[in-house]
């Protein structure tokens, strides 16, 4: 009886007078408004699917392009959760990529790897919390703006990463690694990397909604000055919250490892921008205050099937760029069209 | 009269806001080159009528002549035009740009329209500074390097830049220490013997009885009287203009005198300072009492609540809540010993604006709805509802959106808070802002009916009459430190607007 409709409002049954102001269109506007949000998006991809259908029937639904665009879905979703929890709180990271960069190189150095798998996870693990411990006190406590503490760790962690591996691919040599990504590690179909992405989705889902955590980071998100004034440690939970991002990039850098076989400075580049444009057009406000972790997946799983499309049919790089940036400018002026009209 | 039309002539101007008659058909008359003093407690409506004559703000019915002729100031480029500037109280000056460029913003000496020629401009300001009286402000310096006085005068050469004939001066020496209160006086008699007239307000009568030619009171969104002459008035005369609201607050019954005088203090403040905004304050409140802090703006009222909150650190002093000294600066150990602050900027400071009602309500104490940080959202909504069906909160909607409330309804939202969470001393800071006339009277039942229950109070309000009426025992504030304690029976309207404003 206590299953949440979404990750912001809970469905249960209203014990008495509930015939409050009819604004939205609905008793709590802010659920419903993020089913529509979500359920656009979702349009959006039924449309994307159904152009791929098109233009390339045989290999577009093909399992093995499924497979290949949700474990693509998978790194970049794992970062995009961590960033929808600092957005939500009203920050950024901008370090997502680098970190996951200087991660996957550190855990896979020749000394890493003798320690075999659980050195190369651990490593990966560590590298990223470290980094958003890093983060986190110097925008916490050292009062530095999100902005740019992370852009200087952006550049920190890329030259670090540049400095280890000195520019070279490390290829990894360790079989229980690599056999994550092989077709016989799959299970029912779904490659093993797809499954990490579902918990940490889930995971994300039920702290942000669930959670007096989750709480918390909507709180300092949306007004940060009344979360100080409720009593709430909004420095700590600032802390948090990179530490988490720093988390995910973590686990990100070892799918990463997992799927290229490698590790190299170069990874993870721009994926930034990726992680917070799929958390925008997911509708989780940029301003903080706002978050869904459903539609930043969602997000996330759009721009990936247009990578996969235009891969498919050959387009230029190019033309994609475009038609993400389309879409960013598309996803954010309906919100915003949905969001006045439910206030006004 | 004289046979020139006055410089400004208002009649009638009225303007409403949500809820409020902010101006409720004022007059104002002013002639060239004379000071004209505009007085009024906080809510009166100053504000709203000078915005009103910048521009800022336009008036829903009225009339406005400016020489002779009938004028829309339709918004401050308009207004400047004409000729009439203001200087706001906060100040209105971009930090990051230099003195020259502040003065001439946004009508930059060009050359060709296009590239501004920053030496004439230095030049100018060097000139414009100089004849206030200040030769040393170098016109290249960033402004946020000044001393607040000079920004002030800064922003009057701003003023000056234009061909002005109309200063608006909104408290002018509220920043500014005795001498320089006295070059802002000479540079006024300088602007007057020009023909420029002044529209200048302040709250120290002092200061009118030196500078002022007339006077026009405003009360309730109205001018209770127009050009009175400034220097002869006596002050009786012009407090009992000031005060004696027309709207009649409804204020619950008081406990009997000295009913929480046998109680131990659950509040107690002991020497508690902050260099430059009160000094020592000691107070006790007892459970079942209200104590208000009466003072005008500045009078360090919100500084001593939010200190007492732990919002800002004390520079010395203590604070204890039965018997147990708080941690200094620490929000959170003062939330955790029991006290609640329902602060003065509610939107700003007080309420998640996005949320719902419950999500408002159940911030603070997020953790007996949750077990190893997994909240029961069904246990949190019910409680929620609970604490504001108490208050009678409408609607009665616990997953109504907070913003949709009206204020005096999200005032209610902020004292569910801290009834959910069993606090012994609430802190309540400007309650009624914002709050309609009517939804005022529930507001004072729903503190007292705390207060009975057993919590301790402390109330800041500008407005007088609130502080009398609701609270037990009063202190009056001015400039920083407690001028006068008395039973709130003792005091009237006119006694605490003497201590506040002559300190007499």
């Known amino acids: ?303 990936t099937t247009i990578t996969n499309i235009f891969a498919l049919n050959n387009l230029e790089s190019a033309v994609q760029q475009i038609a993400k940036g389309a879409i960013i400018v598309a996803a954010v002026l309906v919100q915003h069209r949905t969001l006045r009209g439910g206030d006004a | 009269m004289a046979p020139e039309p006055p410089l400004l002539t208002m009649s009638g101007i009225t303007k409403s806001f949500p809820g409020v008659r902010a101006l409720d058909g004022v007059d104002l008359e002013v002639q060239a080159g004379e000071v004209h003093c505009l007085l009024g407690q906080n809510g009166a409506g100053k504000s709203t009528l000078i915005k009103v004559l910048a521009g800022a703000h336009q008036p829903d019915g009225g009339e406005i002549t400016w020489r002779g002729e009938a004028v829309a100031l339709k918004s401050p480029i308009a207004a400047m035009r004409l000729g009439i500037a203001t200087i706001y109280q906060e100040l209105d000056l971009v930090e990051g740009l230099s003195v020259a460029e502040n003065v001439f913003l946004g009508h930059e000496p060009t050359t060709a329209g296009i590239v501004v020629r920053g030496g004439t401009a230095r030049t100018a300001a060097a000139g414009l500074l100089k004849r206030l009286g200040h030769p040393e402000i170098d016109p290249s310096r960033l402004v946020g390097d000044l001393s607040a006085a000079q920004q002030q005068i800064v922003s009057m050469a701003r003023a000056l830049s234009h061909e002005v004939r109309l200063i608006v001066m909104d408290e002018p020496s509220a920043a500014l220490d005795p001498d320089e209160v006295d070059n802002l006086f000479r540079i006024v008699g300088d602007l007057t013997a020009d023909g420029v007239a002044v529209v200048y307000i302040s709250h120290r009568l002092e200061e009118i009885r030196r500078i002022g030619d007339r006077v026009t009171v405003l009360k309730d969104g109205r001018a209770v009287a127009v050009g009175l002459p400034a220097k002869s008035t006596p002050t009786r005369d012009v407090v009992a203009l000031m005060t004696g609201r027309n709207v009649e607050y409804v204020f619950p019954e008081r406990p009997a005198a000295g009913a929480a005088a046998g109680r131990e203090p659950v509040l107690r403040v002991e020497g508690l300072t902050r260099q430059g905004e009160f000094a020592p304050v000691d107070l006790e409140l007892r459970p079942g009492e209200i104590v208000g802090l009466a003072g005008l703006v500045g009078s360090g009222r919100s500084e001593i609540l939010e200190t007492v909150y732990g919002a800002r650190r004390a520079d010395a002093g203590r604070v204890l809540v039965d018997g147990t000294v708080l941690r200094p600066g620490s929000v959170r150990a003062a939330v955790r010993a029991g006290i609640g602050l329902a602060p003065e900027e509610r939107k700003a400071q007080g309420l998640l604006m996005l949320e719902s009602v419950t999500r408002n309500v159940s911030i603070s104490t997020l953790s007996r709805f949750s077990r190893s940080g997994w909240l029961d959202h069904r246990a949190e909504r019910a409680a929620a509802q609970q604490a504001t069906r108490e208050l009678s909160l409408r609607p009665d909607n616990p997953d109504a959106r907070i913003r949709t409330l009206s204020g005096g309804n999200q005032q209610k939202a902020v004292l569910a808070r801290w009834l959910l969470r069993g606090c012994k001393v609430l802190l309540l800071d400007e309650p009624t802002r914002g709050v309609d006339v009517g939804a005022r009277a529930e507001l004072y039942a729903v503190i007292r009916r705390l207060a009975d229950e057993g919590l301790a109070v402390l109330l800041v309000s500008s407005e007088v009459p609130e502080v009398l009426g609701l609270a037990d025992r009063v202190l009056v504030l001015r400039e920083g430190s407690v001028v006068h304690t008395a039973d709130a029976r003792e005091l009237d309207e006119h006694r605490v607007l003497d201590l506040v404003m002559e300190g007499s």
Request: proline share 3%; aromatic share 6%; hydrophobic share 50%.
């Open chain 1, 1 to 303: 009886m206590t299953q949440p409709a979404t990750p912001a409002q809970q469905d249960a049954p209203m014990p008495a007078a509930k015939s409050a102001p009819d604004k939205g269109g609905s008793r709590r506007p802010l659920g419903l408004r993020l089913d529509v949000r979500n359920l656009s998006l979702l349009g959006v991809l039924a449309v994307l699917v159904a152009v791929g259908g098109i233009t390339k029937p045989d290999e577009f639904l093909a399992t093995s392009n499924l497979q290949l665009v949700l474990t693509q879905a998978s790194v970049i979703g794992v970062v995009t959760v961590g960033m929808t929890f600092v957005i939500t709180s009203g920050g950024i990271d901008l370090s997502v990529g680098a970190i996951v960069a200087l991660a996957s190189v550190w855990a896979t150095t020749v000394a890493t790897q003798e320690y075999g798998f659980t050195g190369i996870l651990f490593t990966a693990v560590i590298v990223g919390v470290g980094c958003g411990l890093v983060n986190g006190l110097l925008i916490a406590y050292g009062r530095m703006v999100p902005f740019i503490a992370t852009l200087a760790m952006l550049a920190s962690a890329r030259g670090l990463a540049l400095q280890i591996t000195d520019g070279k691919t490390q290829i990894v040599t360790v079989d229980s690694v690599l056999d994550l990504g092989i077709r016989d590690a799959y299970i029912l179909g779904i490659p093993p990397l797809v499954l990490v992405f579902a918990a940490v989705t889930v995971i994300g889902w039920l702290v942000l909604g669930r959670t007096t955590f989750g709480r918390r980071t909507v709180a300092v998100g949306g007004n940060a000055e009344a979360a100080r004034l409720a009593g709430i440690d909004v420095r700590r939970q600032r802390l948090y919250l990179y530490l988490l991002s720093g988390l995910c990039c973590g686990i990100a850098a070892f799918m990463l490892i997992v799927l290229a076989g490698s590790g190299q400075n170069t990874n993870g580049n721009l994926y930034e921008l990726d992680a917070i444009a799929a958390a925008i057009i997911g509708g989780t406000l940029l301003s903080g205050g706002r978050g869904t972790i459903v539609g930043s997946v969602l997000g996330v799983l759009v721009f």
